[in-house]
């Protein structure tokens, strides 16, 4: 009698992890870092290099202001950049009467996420981890490369909306992949992992595209280690049991995992195991937008979700653009986002491990809504902590805080999803965060209204976020979600599955 199975039941035999699971995370690492170095290059665009003098009255401007306004009032005879520090700024000429494209070239960059995201995860559902996710990392990589060759500011936002488009994919189809081969919890780490990564792929990158006199040549490493990622992946990460199953492969399942006990050292399986497979009802759904849209509870979980998604991703990336309004050094600012953002992201490893993905961002946000609340105590800016400010460092916790609640919020919404709509709910999550992405460069407009708004903004954010999120359920050990009736179990222990 030939037994019938789950995924789940057989990763033990294979290895949940093992050596395949170790060399997938260390790509899906790197991969970060790279991302987190693109996506806050334009970041150091905010930061001023020292200006040399070269008249008197340039002198005496310098005893009253900074570098950066300085500039804008005197002629172009009358100063010049120190050459000890570089950065795009030189290169492209964005200060004074056209500061407002350094946040254009964020924001160009996370329309090309949100885009991508929009359009590229699904395909992941519909067509399979594996070969859309080495065309997203092919294509990623020809951009860095263009990057590296462009001249032009307008080829630089071309390019950097195209990295934008392609990051997206990846950030979605490679964590799908990850968690299909592995159980929720080593997933949860992975992601956390990943998030603290891109903080210092972020850091990093700010700090070679200050000191470095040519910016292109900060491109090189990511090139080389993007084509490492792209060639691993394309060698040791086969196509996913999951996805197999739900498009009704058995045999092609038992492969995969088979390749998954081979490079772990264990037993392959049987040729002849048999696995549960996906309902008929969502293997005739070709349209993973519809199986959500569909079905009332995960309607209501994604929409719930999606305003967390856009919430901490509001408090993450205002407050680091308005790292500058803070009273202190800005580059100093951003270089310390970096490092407090790697300990706290690691940190809710732990807490989302033991006490809950649901107890865990509750926590968190409230640590977050605190730390916001307390920057606008009264002469909070004129308090100095060894070489920070008080308010500086307030931002830092809620600044990482958010950046936690976001890696968290990956692994969360992927456990709520069915198997052929995974990607496509964390990547409809994810587009609602691109929405507040977008708008973050120009959180500077608010300074201009009232310095404490983005404050209130976030913390109103945060509060709604809280209440959307009571209905959703805790994940911690439990299955993912094969389909629409284990989603409907996972929420209201019963299945009621509607017609898709």
């Known amino acids: 009698m030939v037994s019938v199975k789950t995924i789940p039941d057989v990763l033990n035999s294979v290895g949940y992890f093992g050596p395949f699971q170790i060399i997938f995370l260390v ?46 009032h005197l002629e172009s005879e009358e100063w010049k950049f120190d050459d000890s520090h570089h950065n795009w700024l030189i290169e492209f000429e964005l200060y004074c009467d056209r500061t407002y494209l350094k946040g254009m070239g964020t924001t160009i960059y996370f329309t090309g996420f949100m885009v991508g995201v929009s359009f590229l995860s699904s395909l992941c559902d519909r067509f399979g981890r594996r070969k859309v996710n080495i065309g997203l990392l092919l294509g990623y990589l020809t951009a860095i490369i263009c990057l590296y060759h462009t001249k032009t500011l307008t080829m630089v936002y071309l390019l ?18 990850f968690c299909e081969f592995t159980f929720p919890n080593i997933g949860a780490l992975a992601n956390i992992l990943c998030g603290a990564s891109f903080a210092l792929g972020g850091s990093v990158a700010s700090f070679l595209a200050y000191n470095n006199r040519n910016w292109q040549d900060t491109l090189w490493p990511l090139i080389i280690l993007q084509t490492i990622v792209l060639c691993a992946y394309s060698l040791f990460c086969p196509e996913t049991p999951f996805w197999l199953l739900a498009k009704n492969r058995n045999s092609c399942a038992i492969k995969s995992l088979n390749f998954v006990a081979k490079i772990n050292g264990k037993l392959p399986l049987p040729n002849d195991l048999k696995f549960s497979n996906c309902d008929e009802g969502e293997k005739q759904s070709r349209n993973p937008f519809s199986l959500i849209m569909n079905n009332c509870t995960l309607r209501n979980a994604i929409m719930r979700l999606s305003f967390a998604w856009f919430t901490v991703s509001i408090c993450y990336y205002a407050l680091q653009f308005n790292a500058g309004s803070l009273g202190d050094d800005e580059y100093k600012v951003m270089i310390w986002m970096g490092i407090v953002d790697i300990p706290i992201r690691l940190s809710i490893v732990y807490f989302a491990s033991y006490y809950g993905r649901k107890t865990t961002a509750r926590w968190y946000f409230t640590v977050c809504f605190v730390s916001l609340g307390l920057c606008l105590a009264p002469n909070v800016s004129a308090i100095y902590l060894g070489r920070l400010n008080l308010k500086s460092i307030f931002v830092l916790i809620g600044h990482g805080s958010g950046g936690a609640i976001f890696s968290l919020l990956y692994t969360y919404t992927s456990e709520v999803m069915p198997t052929l709509a995974r990607s496509t709910g964390v990547s409809m999550c994810s587009t609602a965060a691109r929405v507040a992405s977008i708008l973050s460069p120009f959180v500077i407009i608010l300074n201009q209204i009232s310095g404490s708004l983005i404050y209130f903004i976030s913390m109103t954010c945060i509060l709604t976020s809280m209440s959307l999120m009571k209905s959703i359920p805790e994940t911690l050990n439990k299955q993912l979600p094969t389909n629409v009736a284990d989603c409907e179990t996972l929420f209201h222990g019963k299945s009621k599955v509607e017609s898709v």
């Open 27 to 72: 790509l899906y690492i790197g991969r970060a870092v790279i991302n987190g170095a693109i996506a806050f290059q334009f970041q150091a665009l905010s930061i001023m290099p020292k200006i040399i003098c070269k008249s008197d009255r340039c002198q005496l401007l310098q005893e009253k202001e900074s570098d950066d306004t300085i500039i804008c």
């Open 160 to 177: 950097r909306f195209l990295l934008g488009f392609f990051h997206s994919g990846q950030s979605v189809g490679i964590f799908t992949a």
